[in-house]
C-alpha cells in the first residue's frame, strides 16, 4: 500500500464516480476525459491495494471497500472544502454551476438571482436550463444539474428543499371567448395546459369537475408563453400563473375568467441534493433559497421539505 502517493485528485474522483454512478459522468464534472478517470481509479486501486468498483455496462457500482472508503472520506472531503472557502471568506467561489428552472421562476426569480450572485462572485458562472420539472428533478438526481427552481410539492429521499414563495393561478380566456362563454354554455371550448407531468396540470385536472365549462377539449402544450400566445389570440382558455400575464391583463388582451372558481397556488422551491458535498454549490444554494418569487405572494414554509419525481408530476 503506497498511501503516500495518494492525491486528493484520487479521492475527489472518486467522490463524484460514487455519487454520479457512471465514469462518464464523472469525467464531464470534472472537466476532464474518460480515460483521464479510469487512470486515476486504477491508481487509485493499486496503491490501497483494492478493487474500488465493479464496472457493469456503464455503471460503476462500488465493491464494499469502496462503499467503506467512500462512507469515511465523503465528511472529511466536505469539510475540507467549506475550511478551504471558509478561509477564503467565500470571494474565491468560481466555476460553472448548473441551474434548472421552470419558465414562472425563470420570469420572475432567476434573472434576479443571476445577477445577484455573479455580482457577489464575479467568477462564478451558470449553465441554465428552462425545463418542466418532472425531467428537470430528474436531471437533478442524475448530476447533470446542481440545483433547481421546481414548481409543486413533491417528495424524494435523495433531495432537500427550501420554499420561496407560491405563484398564483388565473383561469383566462381573450374578451371575445370570455364573452362567449358566458352566452353559449352548450358550445365546446378548447382548453389549454401543460403536459401531463406538470404540477399545473394536475391542479387544473383537479379543477375540472368543479368549473361551469363542461365541454373542453384539451390541448397540451410544453411551453407556457406559447400557451399564452395561443389563449391571446383567441383560441380556448387556460390556466395560467398571473405573474406570466400581467402585461395581457392590463391591456386587455386577456381577461380573468371563472373568477369564483380559483385554484390553490403552486408553490416553487429551491431543490439540491441531500448529500451534495461541493461547497460552491451549497453555497449557491443557500442564496438562492433566500429568494422569494417576485412579484408573486411570498409564502415560507417553517420546514425544509423533501422534492422529487412523485405520482402527482
Not at 81 to 89: E, F, K, N, P, V
Not at 94 to 107: K, L, S
Not at 108 to 113: A, E, K, Y
Not at 221 to 237: A, E, H, K, L, Q
Amino acid at each position: 500500500m503506497s498511501i503516500n502517493r495518494i492525491s486528493l485528485y484520487h479521492l475527489e474522483t472518486l467522490l463524484w464516480i460514487a455519487r454520479l454512478g457512471t465514469f462518464a459522468a464523472a469525467a464531464e464534472k470534472l472537466n476532464t476525459t474518460q480515460p483521464a478517470i479510469s487512470a486515476r481509479i486504477g491508481e487509485l486501486e493499486e496503491r490501497l491495494g483494492a478493487k474500488l468498483f465493479q464496472r457493469n455496462g456503464r455503471a460503476a457500482n462500488l465493491t464494499p471497500a469502496g462503499r467503506q472508503l467512500v462512507r469515511e472520506y465523503r465528511p472529511i472531503w466536505d469539510q475540507l472544502q467549506d475550511t478551504l472557502l471558509r478561509s477564503a471568506g467565500f470571494d474565491q467561489i468560481r466555476g460553472i454551476v448548473r441551474v434548472g428552472a421552470g419558465e414562472i421562476a425563470a420570469a420572475t426569480c432567476l434573472p434576479r438571482f443571476v445577477a445577484e450572485t455573479q455580482d457577489r462572485w464575479p467568477d462564478l458562472t451558470f449553465e441554465i436550463e428552462i425545463e418542466l420539472t418532472a425531467p428537470m428533478i430528474q436531471a437533478l438526481l442524475n448530476g447533470r444539474i446542481d440545483l433547481a427552481f421546481a414548481a409543486g410539492m413533491v417528495a424524494h429521499p435523495a433531495l432537500r428543499a427550501t420554499p420561496i414563495g407560491a405563484a398564483e393561478l388565473l383561469w383566462v380566456a381573450s374578451p371575445p371567448v370570455a364573452k362567449q362563454m358566458e352566452e353559449e354554455s352548450d358550445a365546446v371550448f378548447s382548453l389549454w395546459s401543460l403536459p401531463s407531468h406538470s404540477p399545473i396540470y394536475q391542479v387544473m385536472k383537479d379543477a375540472l369537475d368543479e368549473i361551469p365549462v363542461k365541454k373542453h377539449v384539451i390541448n397540451l402544450c410544453s411551453n407556457v408563453r406559447m400557451i399564452i400566445d395561443i389563449v391571446t389570440i383567441g383560441n380556448g382558455f387556460a390556466l395560467i400563473p398571473k405573474s406570466m400575464i400581467r402585461s395581457q391583463l392590463e391591456n386587455g388582451s386577456l381577461v380573468q375568467i371563472m373568477a369564483g372558481w380559483q385554484v390553490e397556488p403552486i408553490m416553487f422551491h429551491v431543490v439540491a441534493r441531500a448529500a451534495e458535498g461541493d461547497p460552491v454549490v451549497n453555497q449557491v444554494v443557500r442564496y438562492a433559497s433566500g429568494l422569494t418569487l417576485e412579484s408573486d405572494p411570498f409564502v415560507r414554509g417553517s420546514r425544509v421539505g423533501r422534492v422529487g419525481a412523485p405520482s402527482s408530476l
